[in-house]
């Protein structure tokens, strides 16, 4: 019943930014942890930056200075600040977001995923 919807995807330059947001809607009670992954040509699917509800932030180790995850807990809507981009970060970026269904049963969603490209 929940459902992700992504946006802000787009063509950049190396030392651009870029803002990704997503939105779960549906039939949700409760979300709980949402965050961002990546998954570039021929590579596996990484994690980018997770955030809790109560806003505990997790981030890997190439984003960290550049990227800031952050959550609007009243709009259940989690949002990716990516500045300084890099060639490095093109990638096709998925929002996921879990938590408990109106029906009380928990639910773990995936976006449909954004293009990032960034230029060298």
């Known amino acids: 019943q929940a459902q992700l919807v992504e946006s802000g995807g787009g063509l950049v330059t190396a030392g651009g930014s870029l803002r990704l947001s997503c939105a779960a809607s549906?039939?949700?009670?409760?979300?709980?942890?949402m965050g961002w992954y990546r998954q570039a040509p021929g590579k596996q699917r990484e994690l980018v930056a997770t955030?809790?509800?109560?806003?505990?932030?997790n981030s890997a180790d190439s984003v960290k200075g550049r990227f800031t995850i952050s959550r609007d807990n009243a709009k259940n809507t989690v949002y990716l600040q990516m500045n300084s981009l890099k060639p490095e970060d093109t990638a096709v970026y998925y929002c996921?977001?879990?938590?408990?269904?109106?029906?009380?049963?928990?639910?773990?969603?995936w976006g449909q995923g954004t293009q990032v490209t960034v230029s060298s």
């Open positions: 996921n977001a879990n938590g408990i269904s109106e029906d009380l049963t928990w639910f773990d969603r």
């Open positions: 549906g039939s949700i009670r409760r979300v709980h942890a």
């Open positions: 955030i809790t509800r109560s806003g505990n932030t």
